[in-house]
């Protein structure tokens, strides 16, 4: 089959070849000797294989490996215990290998692709949509009417949460870089879309009357005092992710003077033992599709053999929505 693989560490101009390997076999290694066969269709494309270009994220697998953790595509063959059977659409979590014509998933990753959506936001699906849910609702105790900020809003995660946020009835405020970012943050659903380098803080207390609920930072940096700050009394700063590139420091004086909570939400390390957990999330997700809320919004599109370049757009700051490869 073809296949891109990260074959050095030298960053995504450099590290991806195109390739002809063997097809995986159907056992995945959550699930040895047991995994889903999918035909692939679409791969996602996300920061972790930026970073895996530079031997700079958590996972590292021996080199060469083929990168990309979701897919979307036909089911060739189901394991014991698989909501999906062959021939069904799927959105699924494979870990690695999803830059690849075949992929292989563990059953409990697997979640069959309603008929609302496309492969290209099949393959948007699990990765963002989990994390987003899981975030909000299992670590940021999100209720109904309540006002979330979200940052990095227009990008995959934050879409995915600005989309989920609504569809659990709380009202949004997203906070973005560029005028083209405030449109794709609109088109998400945001109620209010405001600017990074701006007096956010200060806009989103006045909107939310005294204090957010809820911030969403897959983006750390130097904001995060910011974020503390637009708290209401008993409000969640929930940490996604660092794409500012630092990783924010707490003064703990803070959490006791507003009585607020930092909260960390690591959407993979959480369920990967709990594929309960995992069942039930997708069934909530489900539901938020059938109800119109979730339709995850693809910004660009590239063919397998240019996924140097869909790397290059994420580390650029320049995606919007999900970025995908056409395989
Ligand atoms: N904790 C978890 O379980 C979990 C799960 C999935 C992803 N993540 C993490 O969440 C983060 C976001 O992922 P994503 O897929 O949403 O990424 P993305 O689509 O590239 O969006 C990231 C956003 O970060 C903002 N940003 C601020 N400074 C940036 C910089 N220097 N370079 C790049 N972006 C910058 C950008 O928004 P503006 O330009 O508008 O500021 C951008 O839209 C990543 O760190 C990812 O690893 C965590």
């Not at 008929?115 to 290209?120: G, N, S, V």
Request: contains cysteine; hydrophobic residues 45%.
């Amino acid at each position: 089959m073809r296949a891109v693989q990260i074959v050095n560490l030298n960053g995504p101009d450099e590290a991806l070849e195109l390739v002809d390997i063997p097809e995986p076999e159907p056992s995945h290694m959550m699930t040895p000797g047991s995994g889903v066969l999918v035909e692939v269709k679409s791969a996602g494309v996300s920061f972790p294989e930026v970073l895996q270009t530079r031997g700079q994220y958590q996972v590292k697998p021996p080199l060469p490996f083929v990168p990309g953790s979701e897919v979307a595509g036909v089911v060739r063959s189901a394991s014991d215990g698989a909501v999906v059977k062959p021939g069904d659409r799927v959105a699924a979590f494979c870990m690695l290998g999803a830059f690849a014509e075949v992929a292989v998933a563990p059953a409990y990753f697997c979640f069959p692709l309603p008929d609302e959506l496309d492969f290209e936001q099949g393959a948007a699906l699990v990765l963002n949509y989990h994390t987003a849910y899981f975030a909000l609702k299992l670590r940021g105790r999100l209720a109904s009417g309540e006002w979330v900020l979200v940052h990095g809003a227009a990008g995959g995660v934050g879409t995915a949460t600005l989309q989920v946020a609504r569809g659990l009835g709380a009202r949004t405020i997203a906070v973005v870089s560029s005028d083209e970012k405030e449109r794709v943050a609109r088109e998400a659903g945001a109620d209010e879309v405001l600017r990074a380098d701006g007096q956010w803080k200060d806009a989103a207390k006045e909107i939310s009357d005294g204090g957010v609920d809820v911030v969403i930072d897959p983006v750390g940096g130097e904001r995060f005092t910011d974020s503390l700050r637009s708290l209401r009394e008993g409000g969640r700063v929930v940490v996604v992710g660092f794409t500012g590139g630092s990783i924010p420091e707490v003064r703990v004086n803070r959490l006791l003077l507003n009585n607020v909570d930092v909260v960390g939400a690591g959407w993979g390390a959480y369920v990967m033992s709990k594929p309960q957990v995992t069942a039930e999330n997708g069934k909530a997700l489900a539901r938020l599709i059938s109800d119109g809320f979730v339709r995850p919004l693809v910004g660009a599109r590239y063919p397998l053999e240019q996924a140097a370049e869909a790397l290059k757009l994420i580390d650029e700051r320049g995606a919007t929505g999900k970025v995908v490869l056409e395989v």
